[in-house]
């Protein structure tokens, strides 16, 4: 990949960030982190083709954002993700992990680089409270907790283009 190149990146978020996003960058606490295709997800699901890793990388985003909501307990409880493109040198390896999809964003993001806003809509919510609640014990390998975050990832985050924040935020 060239210094020209560039990434679809998935930023964990909250609706507090959306709200924030229009006048301010956002920049990712540093032990959260952006996910996104690397070359260990790759090796690792070699089976699958972009749009599943893609899948997988969105997916990880979104259970990031538990931690977010976990920290936040005044946000609405509806998980987050921003699309974002990002040149590729913006991004760096999390860890070493096969598999892993996790990035550290060098860079605040700002509003004009999301290409894509993706919402839980608000009958996930009491799913999400839970799975929120729950997802540091999940991380710690507490069984049952795991199943309660595994419960909010049966909803679907819907899809906002980036011109639809404001309707967005009006109805949350």
């Known amino acids: ?8 990146v998935y930023l964990p978020a909250t609706l507090a960030t959306l709200r924030r ?8 606490p540093a032990d959260v982190h952006a996910h996104t295709v690397t070359a260990a997800l790759r ?4 089976e699958g083709d972009e749009e599943e890793l893609e899948y997988i990388a969105f997916t990880r985003a979104a259970q990031e954002s538990l931690v977010l909501l976990h920290r936040d307990p005044e ?3 509806r998980r987050v993700v921003l699309a974002v493109d990002l ?24 509003f004009a680089q999301v290409a894509a806003i993706h919402v839980d809509d608000t009958d996930a919510e ?12 999940a991380a710690a390998g507490d069984e049952d907790a795991q199943f309660t ?23 949350s």
């Open 126 to 137: 009491p799913d999400v409270r839970a799975a929120a609640e729950a997802v540091l014990a």
């Open 149 to 171: 975050v595994s419960s909010a990832e049966d909803h679907e985050l819907l899809w906002y283009d980036p011109s639809e924040l404001d309707e967005l935020l009006g109805r």
């Open 1 to 8: 990949m060239g210094s020209d190149a560039v990434s679809r």
């Open 43 to 46: 090796e690792w699901y070699a």
């Open 87 to 110: 040149p590729a040198p913006v991004t760096t390896r999390a860890d070493d992990d096969l598999g892993s999809s996790a990035v550290c964003v060098a860079t605040p993001v700002a």
């Open 21 to 28: 996003l229009r006048t301010e960058p956002y920049e990712l």
């Open 75 to 77: 946000t609405p409880r």
